[in-house]
């Protein structure tokens, strides 16, 4: 088995249960945030549909400057609908170019720099997984929380909930 097929089964994973988290997003409570320095709820749907792009940049470049290489922030998702067509486009975008990967380019170095100076360097695998999968994993258990305190009933993900 190659390491991009290892490593798409967990990202189908990780990718639908996440998706199974944001449709249950309340649309009415897309402004509502829990803190004053937390994301609003859409926001926090935005992000997380970006997220797999990152992925796709890791996957399609050798590295990444958070200076010479940003781009202007987008506005938020303003629905439940937005957000979920933004995250299933930039899943399949990064699923297609991680289908289409070798093992030598999964393991080639990937850097994160800032005005050219490399901050770290990884394998490129070791990248997507951290950058990519964990962050989403991390933001969806910060998107179940605000469905709790909105009291949307939280989906199974690894196992039961109260709700299910």
């Known amino acids: 088995m190659s390491l991009a097929d290892t490593l798409?089964?967990?990202?189908?994973?990780?990718?639908a249960l996440t998706r199974r988290a944001l449709e249950r997003a309340p649309g009415t409570a897309f402004g509502w945030r829990p803190h004053?320095?937390?994301?609003t709820l859409?926001?926090?749907?935005?992000?997380?549909?970006?997220?797999?792009?990152?992925g796709t940049q890791i996957l399609t470049h050798e590295s990444y400057d958070v200076v010479r290489d940003a781009t202007p922030r987008a506005d938020a998702a303003a629905t439940p609908a937005e957000a979920l067509a933004l995250f299933d486009g930039h899943v399949a975008e990064a699923?297609?170019?991680?289908?289409s990967m070798a093992d030598v380019e999964?393991?080639?170095?990937?850097?994160?720099?800032r005005n050219g100076t490399v901050l770290m360097s990884?394998?490129?695998l070791a990248a997507?997984?951290?950058?990519?999968l964990n962050h989403l994993i991390h933001h969806r258990g910060q998107l179940?929380?605000?469905?709790?305190?909105?009291?949307?009933?939280?989906?199974?993900?690894?196992g039961p909930t109260a709700d299910e």
């Open 128 to 132: 997507f997984k951290q950058y990519t």
């Open 106 to 113: 999964l393991s080639a170095v990937w850097s994160l720099k």
């Open 144 to 158: 179940t929380v605000y469905l709790r305190l909105q009291d949307v009933p939280v989906p199974p993900l690894y």
């Open 122 to 124: 990884t394998p490129r």
């Open 42 to 54: 859409g926001e926090l749907c935005t992000h997380i549909g970006r997220l797999p792009h990152w």
């Open 95 to 99: 699923r297609t170019r991680l289908t």
């Open 36 to 39: 004053a320095k937390s994301f």
């Open 8 to 15: 798409l089964a967990e990202f189908d994973n990780e990718t």
